[in-house]
């Protein structure tokens, strides 16, 4: 492609819808209940609808995009996406707010497509770059999400959280339309493994499920472990599948290389550990000055704390792409992932005004930023371009698991006991500084990347 730069920034403007959609609602749940006539633990479906259709949807449509072209895809996508946002903001009634919540899960797949029309379209010395601004438009959103929700719910309409991303995702879908020609990559052709996809979607749900109402239904009770082995056991099918299958939705040989699969695990610990921030120091703005330890602020400062270091991780895209020529992505990730452990760290050793707290989660976001820019280009570098957004799509997914994972226990931890305590903000921080640290030591044992698909 002569000028990819369009390219890439419509596909930035797709990118940030789907980040949005993502954190907006959550400052909006208490609205949302209110005005869908509902309570606040129903409403929440509507952030767990998104998260497991999300979850569900980017893996087979990374893989569509290989088979029958990403351009194509990627309008369709974002198309689905827009709808779903339309559909949420003019519905007062859940069950058709939660379908148009489905629709939008499938604008994950935004993601792993613009990584693999990335690595296609612009050259080696240029791909770790434009892989990573995508990547950090993703984590600047997440985080601006978390402050465009708090205005919205302060001082309008909820609705708008919806039309918001329903304008981002239509100028996206025609944007792409005029920017990535129609033969941007060969589409490798071939049938959709469908049984494949449908194990797949299956596998995730029923986990990503009970992670998600774990602390609602307790972890140790009879539908959230019937529900966690039931989809354990659904994957260990996929499996199976997947290896007799001529046309896979994933190539598990693809997917075990050495590379890929630590990667993927460090991918996992580093979701577990990288929404420390993004849940805890909302909550820990908003609670009471009487708690001894909250700031009483409301919604839209609460998320301003997090604002300079959203902003920051728009750096990490060319950051982590000049760290990657000089130094390689193992030591990069590692780098970054140690960043992050540092800053969670020192939210959990010294929150107690909120200069400090702003300070930590500035030093966190960067860790996250320069991780969420790097991962990408590791990844499909050490994979065939006519794979590469299958292996994207995958890794997403891998991250989506995490986050749900660390999000889950973080509320798990908040919520021990009659009452909430300081200590129990001290102890999730902490928590989210160890998985970190974990995925640091993780990053350390990736194999040097394969010279072969360096091109």
Known sequence: MKNATPALAAIGLGTLATALAQTTVLPA????ASALHTDRQSVTWTLTAYLIASAVFTPVIGRLGDLFGRRRLLIAILIVFAAGSVLSAVSDNLGLV?????LQGAGGGIIPLGVAVARSAFPAERRAHAIGIISAIFGVGTGLGLVLGGLIVDH???TWIFWITAVLAAGSGLAVALALPSDEARPAGGRLDLAGALLLGLGVTLPLLAVSRGNEWGWTSGR?????FAGLAVLVLFGLVERRTAS???DLRLLTRPAVLVTNITTFLVGIGMFGAFVLVPQLAQAPVSTGYGFGVDATRAGLLLAPGSLAMMAGGPIAAILHKRYGGRPTL???AGITALGMALLGVWHGNQVLVLAWSFVALVGVGLALAIIPTMIVGEVPAERAAEAAGVNALVRSVGSSVGTQILAGILAAGAVTHERNFTIAFLFSAAATVIAMVAA?????AS???RA
Do not use: K, Q
């Open 29 to 32: 749940l208490p609205a949302l």
């Open 98 to 102: 939660l379908a148009g919540r489905v």
């Open 156 to 158: 309008t309409s909820y």
């Open 224 to 228: 959230t472990l019937v529900l966690l």
């Open 248 to 250: 896979p939705l994933a």
């Open 334 to 336: 590692a780098a970054a």
């Open 444 to 448: 350390t044992l990736i194999p040097r």
């Open 451 to 453: 010279a072969t698909l």
